[in-house]
C-alpha cells in the first residue's frame, strides 16, 4: 500500500460513501477505495458491512468481465476492541483495476465489430453469475454507473448488492399462505433442498415452502436487457443480421431466453456477420 503513487485523492466516482482514489503501482493505474466516516455508527456499520461485501464478492468470482481486486489492507474497523471511544472510523482500504468514468450507454460509438464483442462478453457474464461457485447470482443493482470500459471492455464494478438468494412461494398455495406471491417471470414453485432448509423456517416434512428457483438469471437477463438493446440495435447492422436481431431483442424483452441460447445466438450472429465481410 505504501508503494502506490497517489496521483489524485478523492479524485473517482465515490459519492458519499466512500473515498476514491486515484494512484500508480509497478507502471499500473490502480483505484483505491476507502470509506468516508459520517456522523451516525448505525448507519456507517450498514456502510461497512456493504463495503466489505463488495470487496469479499470479487475476491471471490472470477471473470473478464468483472473489475479484479489487487490487494486490500484491513488496519481496524470502528468498534473492534480498543477503538470503541475514539473518533476513528475505520482503516479499510481496498484496490482495485482502474476503470475510466462510469458507462455511458448512449455515448457508445462502436463498431459492428465491437458491438458484438461487448454484446458476448455481456452474454457470458451472465452466464458464469447463473453458474458461479457461490450458486445463482442476482445483481440487484445494475445498471450503467456500476460499468466501466477498461481496456476495451465493459466491466462490472459494484458487486454489493448481489446475493444467491431466491424468492420462496407456496407449494399448495392454499389460503393459510395469504403472504406469499406467485413466482414472477411465471416460474414453477419448486420444493427446497435439504441445504435451502437449512436457511429457512421450514425444517419439517409437512412444510410446504418452496423456492422460485431460477429467478436469478431471469432478473438478470431483464436488467441487462438494456445494454443489449443499445448494443444490438437492429439499424447498426446489415440487414441480412435485422431478423436475427429483432428476433433476439424480443425473446430478451419477454425474458423468454435462457443464458446458454443468448451466448449461442449472440455467437451465431457474430459468425454470419464475419462471413457476410469475406
Known amino acids: 500500500m505504501n508503494e502506490i503513487q497517489i496521483l489524485k485523492y478523492n479524485g473517482g466516482e465515490g459519492g458519499r460513501s466512500k473515498y476514491v482514489d486515484i494512484g500508480t503501482f509497478e507502471g499500473q493505474k490502480v483505484v ?6 459520517i456522523l451516525r455508527s448505525t448507519d456507517q456499520h450498514v456502510r ?9 464478492m470479487s475476491d471471490q468470482l472470477d471473470h473478464p468481465s468483472l473489475v479484479k481486486v489487487l490487494g486490500y489492507c484491513f488496519r481496524h474497523t470502528k468498534g473492534e476492541a480498543g477503538y470503541e471511544h475514539t473518533p476513528y472510523f475505520g482503516d479499510v482500504s481496498v484496490v482495485y483495476e482502474y476503470g475510466g468514468m462510469g458507462l455511458d450507454l448512449n455515448a457508445l460509438n462502436r463498431t459492428i465489430a465491437e458491438r458484438l464483442n461487448h454484446a458476448a462478453d455481456l452474454a457470458s ?4 453469475l447463473h453458474y458461479s461457485p457461490l450458486g445463482s447470482l442476482a445483481d440487484f443493482d445494475i445498471k450503467p454507473v456500476h460499468f466501466k470500459m477498461l481496456n476495451g471492455k465493459i466491466k462490472l464494478i459494484d458487486l454489493d448488492h448481489m446475493n444467491n438468494v431466491e424468492p420462496t412461494c407456496s407449494l399448495t398455495l392454499s389460503n393459510s399462505h395469504t403472504n406469499f406471491k406467485p413466482c414472477p417471470f411465471n416460474i414453477s414453485c419448486q420444493e427446497l433442498t435439504e441445504i435451502e432448509m437449512r436457511y429457512t423456517k421450514c425444517q419439517t416434512v409437512k412444510c410446504d415452502l418452496g423456492v422460485c428457483r431460477g429467478t436469478n438469471v431471469k432478473y438478470n437477463l431483464q436488467k441487462m436487457n438494456i445494454f443489449f438493446q443499445v448494443l444490438l440495435k437492429p439499424k447498426f447492422f446489415p440487414d441480412a443480421l435485422k431478423y436475427s436481431l429483432y428476433r433476439l431483442l424480443t425473446q430478451l424483452n419477454k425474458t423468454d431466453i435462457g443464458v446458454d441460447d443468448l451466448e449461442k445466438e449472440i455467437r451465431n450472429i457474430t459468425l454470419a456477420y464475419t462471413n457476410l465481410k469475406t
Open 32 to 37: 483505491i477505495q476507502r470509506l468516508r466516516p
Open 48 to 56: 461497512l458491512v456493504k463495503f466489505l461485501k463488495n470487496l469479499l
Open 125 to 128: 457474464l451472465l452466464s458464469y
